[in-house]
């Protein structure tokens, strides 16, 4: 296992890319790291709860409706 945080991984991640603009403003910082994060975690829990959508939601702490538009949202089922 990694000794790096997640925490530490994202405000790594968020820093470079701040650093990266050379001080242009940036625009919809939360939506886009919402957006980060949120993919790969369903992705990777869907996996892992083997696609049933109500044992993932379980694992998230999500009502299973929740999950499912989430899941849409991110084109990651119909």
Do not use: F
Request: contains cysteine.
């Amino acid at each position: 296992m990694s000794k790096k945080s997640i925490e530490e991984c994202v405000r790594s991640s968020l820093e470079t890319y701040l650093k990266d603009l050379h001080g242009i403003e940036p625009n919809g910082v939360y939506e886009m790291m919402i957006r980060a994060v949120e993919k790969p975690m369903l992705e990777v829990v869907m996996q892992h709860a083997e696609h049933n959508q109500s044992r993932a939601a379980e694992w998230l702490g999500l009502n299973r409706n929740t999950l499912r538009k989430k899941l849409v949202d991110h084109k990651l089922i119909k």
